[in-house]
């Protein structure tokens, strides 16, 4: 039963995005059980098709069983690394925005500009590396928090994205 005042110490406003994300999982996911995780992965996988369709290049994904580990790999443009945090933790920033005849993608599915913030805000950990330019810079996060960024230099050949993750429990009850 709800108490009976209702006063200005009731409200409590949410912050950042990523509690935003983990206090109210259910706008961005279908549920904290097998639907949820799943959704969660296809996110991930239709920004690497989007990039694919529009740019080139080929998807791989991988599941490891017993880690319940997912890795989705494309070879597409890489994320634009000068962006790659706010790609990695704000809520609606997206390069499938624009419209015209200079856009970025003609063709994109999932939640423009949430799908890589849910999988890093709802995973165990979670790292995202972005290849282009003769550049590589990964991303890595432990429950939403990041942790720590790696630059490497690269051939200018090597280009892409690679999404690793594995989906906290402490946000799915039956995975």
Do not use: W
């Amino acid at each position: 039963m709800a108490k009976k005042e209702y006063t200005g110490s009731d409200i409590e406003t949410l912050e950042d995005d990523r509690e935003r994300v983990e206090k109210m999982a259910h706008i961005y996911i279908p549920d904290r059980k097998i639907a949820g995780c799943m959704h969660i992965i296809r996110e991930i996988l239709d920004n690497a098709t989007d990039e694919v369709l529009n740019a080139g290049g080929s998807v791989d994904v991988y599941y490891d069983e017993a880690t319940r580990e997912v890795k989705i790999v494309d070879t597409g443009r890489g994320m634009p690394q000068e962006r790659l945090q706010e790609l990695c933790e704000v809520l609606h920033s997206s390069g499938k925005f624009s419209k015209g005849s200079e856009q970025a993608y003609n063709v994109s599915g999932g939640m423009n500009g949430v799908g890589t913030k849910i999988c890093v805000y709802l995973s165990e950990y979670c790292s995202v590396c972005s290849n282009r330019d003769g550049k590589s810079i990964t991303r890595y996060y432990e429950d939403g928090v990041f942790q720590k960024e790696k630059k490497d230099k690269i051939s200018k050949s090597e280009h892409g994205t690679t999404v690793i993750f594995k989906i906290s429990d402490k946000y799915m009850s039956e995975t």
